[in-house]
């Protein structure tokens, strides 16, 4: 089935905010497209490049994550001699993908709310998983233990690899028609589920009914490999240097090759968005013809 792209390629210059048409941008991005950035003014030296080693990650895991003004990285010894030098990468990074969107989309302004920021140092290829941490398939994101209640994700990711290897991804239909496709088949959340999942430590707070929709639509499209394989979709590789934004909970996406990149979160109420139509909360209460939280 062939579908309008859901990438938007665009030319912006070492000033990141001065593309001809912002609203534009912020439209499109709102709207569930990867706004992709071919050259982001954001460059490692030698000394950085050096630090690129799956070596430094603790054993287990799959990011290196900074919180917001956090002193300490996490999964990184702290005793290590590239504990500080890999602190003030990310940070830099931090630091850089905020003001990125603070020149593109100034009407988000104080409304973000930064989440912690990740170095990613191994090779997507190689990652062996579970089916459903498996971010090889088609997805959009949603957390298990933290409930958002609606709260949108909004990433930064650039790809940092040192040897010329782009960053390859899936991109899958739009929101509303994932959603369309899968919530007659998915579960229903039970009377009182939300409570023993908070009281069981499970959760961090209430899952609303937006959040079990959320998880359950995440499940649904990783669990069908026929729906993966067939669904409309489209790749594309991001080269080193390049970077992409999304709303990675409306986004349909799946991370298919590379290594090294990093990535920074924020989180935004969606009345705090341009267009609160757009989100997958008033998408899914449109669905549904219920309030979901």
């Not at 000394?47 to 799959?62: M, V, Y």
């Not at 290897?165 to 028609?177: N, Q």
């Not at 995440?218 to 709303?247: L, N, R, T, V």
């Given at each position: 089935?062939?579908?309008?792209?859901?990438?938007?390629?665009?030319?912006?210059?070492?000033?990141?905010?001065?593309?001809?048409?912002?609203?534009?941008?912020?439209?499109?991005?709102?709207?569930?497209?990867?706004?992709?950035?071919?050259?982001?003014?954001?460059?490692?030296?030698?000394?950085?490049?050096?630090?690129?080693?799956?070596i430094?990650?603790?054993?287990?895991?799959?990011?290196?994550?900074l919180?917001?003004?956090?002193?300490?990285?996490?999964?990184?010894?702290?005793?290590?001699?590239?504990?500080?030098?890999?602190?003030?990468l990310?940070?830099?990074?931090?630091?850089?993908?905020?003001?990125w969107?603070?020149?593109?989309?100034?009407?988000?302004?104080?409304?973000?709310?930064?989440?912690?920021?990740?170095?990613?140092?191994?090779?997507?290829?190689?990652?062996?998983?579970?089916?459903?941490?498996?971010?090889s398939?088609?997805?959009?994101?949603?957390f298990?233990s933290?409930?958002?209640?609606?709260?949108?994700?909004?990433?930064?990711?650039m790809?940092?690899?040192?040897?010329?290897?782009?960053?390859?991804?899936?991109?899958?239909?739009?929101?509303?028609?994932?959603?369309?496709?899968?919530?007659?088949?998915?579960?229903?959340?039970w009377?009182?589920?939300?409570?023993?999942?908070?009281?069981?430590?499970?959760?961090?707070?209430?899952?609303?009914?937006?959040?079990?929709?959320?998880?359950s639509?995440?499940?649904?499209?990783?669990?069908?490999?026929?729906?993966?394989?067939?669904?409309?979709?489209?790749?594309?590789?991001?080269?080193?240097?390049?970077?992409?934004?999304?709303?990675?909970?409306?986004?349909?996406h799946?991370?298919?090759a590379?290594?090294?990149?990093?990535?920074?979160?924020?989180f935004?109420?969606?009345?705090?968005?341009?267009?609160?139509?757009?989100s997958?909360?008033?998408?899914?209460?449109?669905?549904?013809?219920?309030?979901?939280?």
């Amino acid at each position: 089935m062939k579908q309008e792209s859901q990438i938007i390629a665009t030319w912006i210059d070492t000033d990141i905010g001065t593309h001809p048409d912002n609203a534009a941008l912020l439209s499109a991005l709102e709207s569930g497209k990867v706004l992709h950035i071919p050259a982001m003014p954001f460059e490692l030296d030698d000394q950085e490049r050096a630090l690129l080693d799956p070596i430094h990650a603790s054993k287990g895991r799959k990011n290196i994550s900074l919180p917001p003004d956090g002193p300490t990285l996490i999964g990184v010894d702290p005793d290590s001699p590239a504990h500080a030098p890999l602190h003030c990468l990310v940070a830099r990074y931090a630091r850089s993908a905020r003001d990125w969107i603070d020149s593109l989309f100034p009407q988000y302004g104080a409304h973000l709310i930064a989440a912690p920021t990740s170095l990613r140092l191994h090779r997507v290829e190689t990652r062996h998983t579970s089916w459903r941490k498996d971010d090889s398939r088609l997805h959009v994101d949603a957390f298990p233990s933290r409930p958002n209640h609606g709260e949108r994700i909004l990433r930064v990711f650039m790809n940092i690899n040192p040897h010329g290897e782009p960053r390859v991804w899936r991109v899958g239909e739009t929101f509303e028609s994932v959603a369309q496709r899968f919530l007659p088949r998915l579960p229903r959340q039970w009377p009182g589920q939300a409570s023993l999942l908070h009281a069981l430590g499970i959760t961090k707070r209430y899952r609303s009914r937006y959040d079990h929709i959320m998880l359950s639509l995440h499940d649904a499209m990783k669990a069908d490999i026929a729906y993966q394989q067939s669904c409309p979709q489209e790749s594309i590789g991001f080269a080193p240097g390049a970077g992409w934004i999304c709303f990675s909970d409306q986004t349909s996406h799946a991370v298919m090759a590379g290594q090294f990149m990093l990535e920074q979160t924020f989180f935004l109420q969606p009345r705090d968005m341009a267009d609160p139509r757009q989100s997958p909360l008033a998408v899914l209460e449109t669905l549904t013809g219920r309030p979901l939280i």
